[in-house]
């Protein structure tokens, strides 16, 4: 056995390392200290199930310590792989949940529910993560530069990923037929999958070279080994599922009690709180001067809901659901995510960041959260 | 009392450097003399205010001259501060027009001429002076550079704005209550102001130095002293806004008889008379080589129109109109809106002006105008 | 008689050269034996007309000879004129075919089928040629460089065109009588002309030196006389048009048999095999690393169909037509055009092509042919 592959193994030794290690990030962020909120969400669901109200306010505390140790344990390992790499971990990790919730809801046919989260975390992702990254890493640092050719890369997926949502519905004036939609939808499905995939083949294979970091920002503290980081980064994955699900779960009774538009809920509720963990790893690395890695998990996470999460479940609607699920959206859903790509694209185009860039990205949000909070639509979530 | 201080005060002796300066102005350029026709105008508005054509021919005279010596005025304050702010002086005392004329109107609930008017003047500060002034800058230098930061800022800020007039119609199919639209007009208008002073505080201040020139011109001709400028800018502002208002009155009356449609008038004729005094300024700078300050003027102007004037409008109307005013505009206006600014996104993102850029701008605008004259929209403004 | 001149006259001794060459040109290229079904089709379409599907088959394979030779001469000009005035030369005769074809469908009034014709001749140049030619070239070169400048000044022109044809139906909510509507297309053609005009003038005269190639390859294999190549070029072109015309008038009779929708036909299935010529030009120019022929092909193509090609029909439509035709397009026809602009305008942005763009804009180019071949539109072409 090599030094090397000893330095990596799960030993007794190893396990007292890492728990002096824990202590020690304890006290570097007491709001770690949150996590105990965890097991007591967990139980909490299984005794009294209909105390929304309160599992909603809980899973939201027990989600922020989970979605810390997240943002560690990603920076540690993109210290190892490079931001590109260490964004799609942590977009593929933060998109799990995505699945992993809309997998349950596909039996039941709830597909309403399903399409106006993925919009949701689409829009959010595009235009609350990205915005806040440059607002919180503007504040620190006068400009940030960051390379635009992944930032333009994440935006033309959305764009196409936008188009093929888009355009079967304005092509066709006539009412279609649901076996003539459904048809297409599996068609579109695989066309965008293939398009993702050989997106990766070229941004991570033939043409990585043009997807380096433009900064390069050293990292402050001491980082994790690489072992430690990747069974950190599953075994939290984990939770947060599990407890997103129960936050999910919660969150529509709470909301009524709370007086807010289920549109309001899905859209922009269930997304900030789905996405707090890539979120939390999203401004640090801002902060930290590391923008690159930053727009690669905001637009890097929307661009694979939209080309990968959600022709998935297009597929598998075929074998889970009552009826396959289309890739048809409500038109305000669509709307909003030519606009987000748009605004990506406006905002990614210079290559570099300001705290303003931030500003402006987080009043579209606004806007968006203003009227679905206000004018209910037609179709609800 | 200092030496800097005596003098920027008003003297006696000063005044007559003055006179003698203003006559060596009209030498220069004999245009100055149509500045007759600004008390002819007045008086002619009292003694018979039903000579509507004859007014309307007349206060466009007047105008000019006004416009000539608020051109003149503004580049000896830029002279003095740098292009931003100069730009940044100009559209506002420009757009003073705008929000007295609305004010006026406010008051008697014409809300369709309001919205119009602003609509109007945001379309045609985008396409007709950044054209104009691509094409006269461009017919006299080969190609003109330009900081494309300004731009690009003012482009995203017209983006914004648009996004927030667009999106409540398109998000809720459902129609609404006018008590829906109303707060949400409200909130948007705080929104909109917020945005924009944050945007003030960017690039004057965190941000300045993103903003200076690209082009360092200096003056051909002598240039006023500071106090004299800033005396005559607000002085001519109050005859601008003056005459503004006999034409807004006489211009109906006097399209009638021309056979204009009143969506044309609203649009495209008030809209070239209003800002005849800030397109005066962008060309003649075009043709100095400043093309910075032109594209600061035309765009920063439709920018403080969308984000400052009509959510003032929409505020001020809880207390002087009979009924809350709402930021909804009609489809074809907000259509227009879009296209002007990806226009002005299309053209300022090279940071190079040629004539061709300017003839592009202007057939967008043709394209309007002619759409205009010859079909009326369901909504006459 | 100078050396020059004598070198460039057509003597017998000059054309037993050209038949030398063509032998090795057949040697090289053994797919120029498909020329033998040029005289076959078009004895095949006197003696059986109502052989669709075979007509259709033959006058496919009779096109593609044709269109290498057509290459091969464009190539061999462009190497004396520059890629600008190449591309532009080969954009023109590529769409002589087009004008030709579309003429003959005038007098009978066949409006919808000429404007199927040409929007989706614009969509499928703008996106199946110029990613087909990022992808040629990119799977053998790694990065390709190219002058931005003349592809961005083509995608403004697109946009422009786009925005004349769109802005009309929604101006405008009221229905318009087709008297209105005839006098805006006529308004609107001229000016789309006049623009177009102007384009020419700055981009081939006053700024010629801004639309110099990025790349200056070699031609690898020697390059025919001028000459000979303009006469090639002439005799090609024709008989392109006269196969075309035979291939148009089967491909509705095959289509069905073969059941495609009418719509997958006018859009897709003529604009390929019409653009064929250009498309074999473009496609190796990409490959020989002339990336800039490639993109001036493409989008000039374009360009040219809708600033000069569609407004001339307009005018000559009251000519030669029943009654005049409008500028009016299918909404699905304008929306399909709207987005190959702003793809066109992502693609060609950052001035390097790689495989993957190409990919990306081949994926929309999919997207509607998968949408039209499943979803028959209401209005058929």
Redesign the interface.
Known sequence: MSNLEQGDAITPSRIAVITRAAVAEVRQAPLLMLIVFVPLVIVLEQTSPQAHTLLFAMSVCAIVPLAMLLSRATEAVSARTGDAVGGLLNATLGNLTELVISLAALPAGQYLLVKASLAGAIVTNTLFMLGGAFLFGGLKH??QEFNR?NA??Q???L??AT??IM??S?????D?TSV?SQ??SL??AV?LIA?YA??ML?SLK??RE?FASASDAEEGHSSWPLTVSIVILVVVTLFVALISEIFVGSVQGAADRLGMTPAFVGFIVVALVGGAAEMTTAFSAARANRLDLSVGIALGSAAQIALFVAPILVIVSYFLGPEPMSLQFW??AV??ML?AT??A???S??GRG????G??AL??Y???G???F??????PS
Chains 1, 2, 3 share one sequence.
């Open positions: 006068h400009v050719v333009r890369f935006a033309c997926l764009f196409l188009v093929a355009v079967p304005i092509i066709s004036d006539v279609q003539v048809k297409l068609g579109l066309l398009v050989m997106g070229f033939t043409h043009l038109p305000g709307t909003m606009i748009m605004a694209t406006f905002l185009n210079g300001v705290w303003y860039m500003v402006m009043a579209v606004a806007i968006f203003l009227t679905l206000l004018l209910p639509p037609a179709v």
